[in-house]
């Protein structure tokens, strides 16, 4: 069988736990995130985090929506080129500020220090060091999502299940349900890159979260198990090939389909 699978999505989340920025086209980089995803991550309590030498933390170090689903109801946008994110809270602008800067940190950080209260363990801080990604996972990795896999959760959960409750970077279509799964140990070309899949993605209790509202209004790992006999949705994938993706370009897989 032969896929005719395309990239219909791509999306990039600056800020660790915030919401999600769609890219129409973006340049992929050997060993590299899609530029900028995780830059940043607020802390929650003090995370041993050493911005002279950073590591991988548990996410449970952060602000994320495992256990803060008040941050779906925040709309966030990050400028590259001036390094201002700017938040909104229904409609309305609430915060900005240049997170290269100090004052700008301590802006954001006032903002969640007071929209975040008693789910707080001490003051929350914005952490950043250059050319570290606050993922999920040690390595620099881009994260798929199979739409036709989302379907088949949505039916099986019986009520619509938004993509974006996986924050995904990239969101193929065209492929069969569950085929992402076999393609793990193998490589793909999407546009003009070249990934290799590495590890199926496990699921949390943050994909219980809408995305949308911000309630927790199902339980996905839980219908993963029941209905698959897993909690998976989606994998990672590092970057072997540079080059320049877009929305529509063609995904192609080194294996044939087995399904």
Not at 85 to 110: C, F, K, M, N, Y
Not at 142 to 154: M, W
Not at 155 to 181: C, I, M, Q, S
Not at 186 to 195: F, T
Request: glycine share 8%; proline share 6%; aromatic share 6%.
């Amino acid at each position: 069988m032969t896929d005719h699978a395309r990239l219909a999505a791509i999306y990039r989340y600056p800020v660790k736990g915030l919401s999600a920025e769609a890219l129409c086209g973006t340049r992929l980089t050997s060993g590299a995130t899609i530029a900028a995803d995780r830059r940043y991550a607020i802390e929650n309590g003090p995370s041993g985090f050493d911005p002279a030498a950073p590591s991988y933390l548990p996410k449970i170090r952060f602000l994320m929506l495992m256990k803060n689903e008040c941050l779906a109801r925040l709309e966030t946008r990050y400028d590259e080129a001036t390094h201002v994110l700017t938040v909104r809270h229904d409609g309305a602008a609430v915060a900005h500020g240049d997170l290269s800067l100090p004052q700008g940190r301590a802006a954001i950080e006032r903002f969640f220090a007071e929209f975040c209260v008693g789910e707080l363990r001490a003051p929350p801080r914005v952490l950043e060091a250059p050319g570290h990604s606050f993922s999920d996972v040690a390595h620099k990795v881009v994260s798929i999502i199979n739409l036709a896999s989302v379907q088949e959760i949505e039916k099986a959960a019986g009520a619509p299940v938004h993509p974006l409750r996986f924050r995904a970077n990239l969101h193929v279509t065209g492929w069969p349900a569950w085929r992402e799964f076999a393609l793990v140990g193998h490589e793909i070309v999407v546009g003009a890159a070249r990934l290799k899949v590495v590890k199926r993605i496990e699921r949390c209790a943050a994909t219980n979260v809408d995305p949308l509202t911000g309630i927790r209004d199902l339980a996905i790992p839980r219908t993963l198990a029941q209905a698959f006999g897993h909690t998976d949705c989606g994998v990672y994938a590092t970057v072997v090939g540079e080059g320049e993706i877009a929305v529509g370009d063609p995904v192609r897989a080194d294996q044939p389909a087995t399904s």
